[in-house]
């Protein structure tokens, strides 16, 4: 209903979002800047993405290499969100936009923007003023979009350069190019808002995911150890053609129970004629906004079972094809995210990698700076000391144990994001494993 109803407006929301948050336009270049989400979508479809998932391998590889040579032979305490989250971004970024952008460059304006991304629903809640004067006034709010503002000045520099843009993938270049052709309907400020939009899509949601992962699976110590088997199992080298979600499902699954349980879903519709879900008695009238709350849909036992709000790493694996179907951190219908399917392959990718490669420690500390940290962790921010938040999970085995997990930044508001940051560092033991991969 929510993903096809002919009463509701698939775009409309989407586009205010691309409006209000991104500053992609709304109507100057609207017609210019569809056309760059059509040519994202026909390229990054699940028969397409072949070369890019190659191209993002490689930079994994190189990454993971490094990342074993920094621990040391006897391996060493490591902040594990951020060393990941990056990995994730440069990968990502470097291999998409090849030798032209540097993604170190554009990483901590985007983290920026983004870790203050709530500020834009709570403005919106408040009475009186226009958004102009809370954007002006509020700390947060000035950070969002003094990060928004670093972020496209960059992004516009890559754009401007012909050079760069001809080292990018196909997709990109072809957008690229395309703006670029098209200036006088669509200005540059305009192009680089939506490449920004691209960017965070491609890179922000997928590197969270380790950061959560990792702290949940290190503590189901027999899923862990049939994981393992799983990954070992696999070819050495390289894993691009292999098909990860046959060869290693309780990895895939343990994969998508952390994108349910952490993600943050935006989807929104907006109402066009009287409109009434089923089974309920209230009808929303023409112009009111639906929106999927990640929470609520995650959490629903009637469709996760009792122990919804339980991380059980095995629960995709055990629910099969039907599971996956109900899994809506991608969103879903016609505003479905983009990205999912190199998002999927790069995330099974990536994790087998670190897997197969390291040996990690149980003992997980959460609220501790490195002194060796680089100053775009949580922007040189001390960490904060707390509580961290106390939740349930269910081994492979069946036991059952309470753990720590970080606290989820913005939590109680979503983001316009995919997947909500842990609010504190997480730090492992990572040893380098003596093996041929
Ligand atoms: C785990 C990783 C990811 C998650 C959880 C995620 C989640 C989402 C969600 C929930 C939406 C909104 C869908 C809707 O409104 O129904 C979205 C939109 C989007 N995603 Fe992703 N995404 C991820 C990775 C990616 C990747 C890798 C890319 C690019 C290759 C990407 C590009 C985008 C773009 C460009 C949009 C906006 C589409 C639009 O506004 O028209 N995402 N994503």
Redesign the pocket.
């Given at each position: 209903m929510f993903t096809s109803s002919p009463a509701l407006d698939h775009r409309d929301s989407?586009d205010e979002m691309?409006d209000y948050v991104w500053d992609v336009p709304r109507k100057h270049g609207y017609e210019v800047t569809r056309n760059a989400?059509k040519i994202?979508g026909r390229h990054?479809t699940k028969a397409k993405i072949g070369s890019m998932v190659t191209l993002v391998e490689d930079k994994v590889l190189e990454d993971v290499a490094r990342l074993r040579q920094s621990v040391g032979p006897s391996g060493s305490r490591v902040p594990f969100g951020h060393r990941t989250w990056s990995l994730l971004w440069n990968s990502?970024l470097g291999a998409l936009f090849g030798g032209g952008l540097d993604p170190t460059w554009v990483r901590g304006p985007a983290r920026e923007m983004m870790h203050n991304a709530n500020v834009c629903y709570f403005i919106d809640l408040l009475p009186f003023l226009p958004r102009a004067f809370w954007f002006a006034v509020l700390p947060k709010a000035r950070a969002f979009r003094r990060g928004r503002r670093d972020l496209h000045s960059r992004l516009a520099k890559w754009l401007d350069n012909d050079d760069a843009v001809s080292q990018a993938d196909d997709m990109l270049q072809e957008i690229g190019k395309m703006f670029n052709s098209r200036r006088d309907e669509c200005n540059l400020e305009a192009a680089s808002a939506w490449v920004a939009?691209?960017v965070t899509?491609?890179a922000v949601?997928?590197g969270e995911?380790t950061g959560w992962l990792f702290p949940y699976l290190l503590r189901s110590p027999a899923l862990l150890k049939a994981i393992r088997a799983e990954c070992d199992a696999l070819p050495a080298g390289r894993l691009d053609q292999v098909d990860l979600k046959a060869s290693a499902p309780l990895l895939s699954s343990a994969i998508q129970e952390t994108?349910r349980i952490r993600?943050s879903?935006?989807?929104g519709r907006t109402v066009k004629k009287p409109f009434q879900l089923p089974g309920y008695d209230h009808q929303f009238k023409r112009g009111d906004l639906l929106r999927i709350m990640s929470p609520g849909a995650a959490l629903d036992t009637d469709c996760w079972g009792d122990d919804a709000a339980v991380w059980r790493g095995d629960r995709f694996y055990q629910g099969g094809d039907q599971m996956y179907n109900s899994q809506l951190?991608?969103?879903?219908?016609v505003?479905?995210?983009?990205?999912?399917w190199?998002?999927t392959a790069e995330?099974l990718i990536v994790t087998a990698h670190l897997i197969r490669n390291f040996d990690f420690g149980t003992d997980i500390s959460l609220h501790e700076k490195l002194p060796d940290e680089g100053d775009d962790t949580e922007f040189g921010a001390p960490c904060k000391a707390g509580t961290g938040e106390v939740v349930k999970l269910t081994d492979l085995d069946g036991k059952s144990y309470d753990i720590v997990m970080p606290n989820m930044e913005n939590s109680g508001c979503e983001i316009p994001s995919?997947?909500l940051p842990p609010l504190e560092e997480t730090v492992i033991f990572m040893k380098p494993r003596d093996i041929d991969v």
């Open positions: 989407i691309h989400d994202m990054l990502s939009m691209f899509g491609l949601n997928t995911v994108l993600g879903i935006f989807s951190a991608f969103g879903g219908g505003t479905t995210c983009p990205g999912r190199l998002a995330l995919g997947l």
